[in-house]
């Protein structure tokens, strides 16, 4: 067990729809990455936020966005879903923003129908 | 931006066998980890590893920085060491890690 966790751990929705997944990181932790894990592209980071700020962005479509509150659990939010969406959303923290262990949680699997 | 490339795509091994799994990295890097993915989709973290030399019971690794390669070694496989084994890396400008292709290993009893 990593220590961080993530909600729901399965998701299935249809085309159109708007989701929202959750994170919460390990205790301590001020930082929270999200990756996308899909067939065809493989493990992609999406976007970094530190300490409620966001620090670095990746492939992120602009469907989907994502914030960290003042607890530091953060939430991922993709809307006007499409089928090649599904995938694997993986939660990661680490203590800082600087090189550091990141350390995965379970993930989010979402199928969209 | 870096590249990752791990090798061999795809391992067969008997059980008790060992294997060496190879991650090429294309640029300095401060941070390079090793992930096994197993069945079930979870990552767990073995090694934190940007250079120099670590072991964990019957995993070990190695990072040589200025070459851009890191090695894991698994002795002594289980079938519970089944699963995919990912090398990524951040590159020097921030924290976001790039992750390989991932070598896939079948232990079979």
């Known amino acids: 067990d990593s220590g961080v966790t993530q909600t729901p751990k399965h998701l299935i929705t249809a085309t159109g729809q708007r989701v929202t997944l959750r994170c919460s990181p390990r205790s301590g932790d001020l930082s929270v990455y999200w990756y996308q894990q899909s067939l065809d592209q493989g493990l992609q980071f999406l976007i970094q936020y530190y300490n409620g700020e966001e620090r670095a962005k990746g492939n992120i479509l602009e469907r989907f966005s994502a914030q960290q509150f003042p607890d530091l659990h953060s939430e991922l939010n993709l809307s006007s879903l499409e089928l090649g969406d599904s995938a694997l959303y993986f939660c990661a923290s680490s203590v800082e923003g600087s090189p550091d262990t990141q350390y995965f949680g379970p993930g989010t699997r979402l199928t969209v129908l | 931006g870096i590249q990752v490339e791990q090798s061999p795509p795809d391992l067969i091994l008997q059980e008790g066998a060992n294997s060496t799994l190879r991650c090429n990295f294309s640029d300095s890097v401060n941070n390079l980890q090793w992930f096994h993915q197993n069945p079930w989709g979870q990552l767990i973290n073995l090694f934190y590893i940007p250079s120099g030399t670590k072991q964990n019971g019957r995993l070990?690794?190695?990072?040589?920085?200025?070459?851009?390669?890191?090695?894991?070694?698994?002795?002594s496989s289980q079938t519970t060491d089944s699963g995919v084994y990912f090398c990524a890396v951040d590159d020097r400008y921030g924290n976001k890690l790039v992750f390989g292709a991932g070598t896939i290993l079948r232990v079979k009893s």
Do not use: K, N
């Open chain 2, 60 to 75: 070990s690794a190695t990072t040589v920085a200025t070459e851009r390669y890191s090695l894991l070694y698994i002795s």
